[in-house]
């Protein structure tokens, strides 16, 4: 069974910044592509960044780039999102999701129905 629980949510100022990471079990980790998304109250749930399986590619939504950074860790079964330079806007719940498909990378990585596992997400809060 397949588990990815986020962690390092929390309150942050202006400008401030804020590490998640999502640990998974019950898959083999490096074979799976890894995407971020955020859901604010009221909204669509929407993406924010991905890996592919290798981590030698990723992607961002715009509104995030240069300020938001995915990375992976194989070896500790983990992908963290840096996030610095905190906006109003940022403030939401983040989740960590699982491609369904192994050995992948590309555009498709943007899509909610490319993730077949999702964790229990994790709320940023900017003051």
Known sequence: QVQLVESGGGLVQAGGSLRLSCAASG??????????????PGKEREFVAAISWS???????DSVKGRFTISRDNAK??????MNNLKFEDT???YCAQDRRAYSSGSLLTFRSTYVYWG???QVTRR
């Open 27 to 40: 898959r083999t980790f490096s074979t799976y592509a890894m995407g971020w998304f955020r859901q604010a």
């Open 55 to 61: 981590g030698g590619s990723t992607d961002y939504a």
């Open 77 to 82: 079964n983990t992908v963290y999102l840096q």
């Open 92 to 94: 939401a719940v983040y």
């Open 120 to 122: 229990q997400g994790t």
